[in-house]
T-cell receptor
Framework: AQKITQTQPGMFVQEKEAVTLDCTYDTSDQSYGLFWYKQPSSGEMIFLIYQGSYDEQNATEGRYSLNFQKARKSANLVISASQLGDSAMYFCAVEETSGSRLTFGEGTQLTVNP | GAVVSQHPSRVICKSGTSVKIECRSLDFQATTMFWYRQFPKQSLMLMATSNEGSKATYEQGVEKDKFLINHASLTLSTLTVTSAHPEDSSFYIC??????????FGQGTRLTVV
C-alpha cells in the first residue's frame, strides 16, 4: 500500500515568485509513477507533471518542475514565476504500477497574491 | 479538449431517490475506469475500480449495493447512487487511463441530496 504525505495544508506566494510544494511518499514497489494534479475551485483535475521512478532526470513541463529525490522518497513540485491563475488545490499522487489507480495526498491549497 | 466526459456536473436529488452518473472516454477505449469521492477540502478517495465486462472492484468500506457500477462498454462507466441520503452529498469524479498516457479525469459531479 502507498501513503502520500503533503505537509503543507496551505501555501502563499507572491506573484512572479517561485514556490515549492512538498510531497513525500511511502511505497514498497520498485517501479512506480508520481503525478501532480491541480484542482481549481471548479473541481476538475488538471494533470501537471509526471515522474517515473526509474527516470534519472527531474521532470519539467513549462513552469512546473519536479524535484525528485528517490532515496528520500520525495517528489516536490516547483512552480516558477507564479501567476494569479495558479491559485488552486494541488495534489501529489502515486501510481503503483502502470495503468493502475492513483493514491492521492491530502493536498496543498496554494494562494498567489498580487 | 476533454478526453473524459462526466455527466451531470451538478445534481440535486431528494433523499431516497437514485442518481446515475456517467463517465465516458471520448477518443480512446478504457478497459478500466476509476471512481473517486471527494469531500470539501479533502483528498480524492478511491471508491471502486470499474472493469469493462466484469464486476467492479470496491475499496474497503464502500457499500457495493449503494454505489452500483456498470462498465457496459469500453467507453462508458456509470455510477448509480441508490437510495441517496444527505450523507452521500459529495463530489464524485471518474478517471480513465489511456494506454501509454496519464490518467484523465472527468469534470466531476457535485451531488447534493436534500
Amino acid at each position: 500500500a502507498q501513503k502520500i504525505t503533503q505537509t503543507q495544508p496551505g501555501m502563499f506566494v507572491q506573484e512572479k515568485e517561485a514556490v515549492t510544494l512538498d510531497c513525500t511518499y511511502d511505497t514498497s514497489d520498485q517501479s512506480y509513477g508520481l503525478f501532480w494534479y491541480k484542482q481549481p475551485s471548479s473541481g476538475e483535475m488538471i494533470f501537471l507533471i509526471y515522474q517515473g521512478s526509474y527516470d534519472e532526470q527531474n521532470a519539467t513541463e513549462g513552469r512546473y518542475s519536479l524535484n525528485f529525490q528517490k532515496a528520500r522518497k520525495s517528489a516536490n513540485l516547483v512552480i516558477s514565476a507564479s501567476q494569479l491563475g495558479d491559485s488552486a488545490m494541488y495534489f501529489c499522487a502515486v501510481e503503483e504500477t502502470s495503468g493502475s489507480r492513483l493514491t492521492f495526498g491530502e493536498g496543498t491549497q496554494l494562494t498567489v497574491n498580487p | 479538449g476533454a478526453v473524459v466526459s462526466q455527466h451531470p456536473s451538478r445534481v440535486i436529488c431528494k433523499s431516497g431517490t437514485s442518481v446515475k452518473i456517467e463517465c465516458r472516454s471520448l477518443d480512446f477505449q478504457a478497459t478500466t475506469m476509476f471512481w473517486y469521492r471527494q469531500f470539501p477540502k479533502q483528498s480524492l478517495m478511491l471508491m471502486a475500480t470499474s472493469n469493462e465486462g466484469s464486476k467492479a472492484t470496491y475499496e474497503q468500506g464502500v457499500e457495493k449495493d449503494k454505489f452500483l457500477i456498470n462498465h457496459a462498454s469500453l467507453t462508458l462507466s456509470t455510477l448509480t447512487v441508490t437510495s441517496a441520503h444527505p450523507e452521500d452529498s459529495s463530489f464524485y469524479i471518474c478517471s480513465a487511463i489511456r494506454r501509454g498516457s496519464e490518467a484523465f479525469f472527468g469534470q466531476g459531479t457535485r451531488l447534493t441530496v436534500v
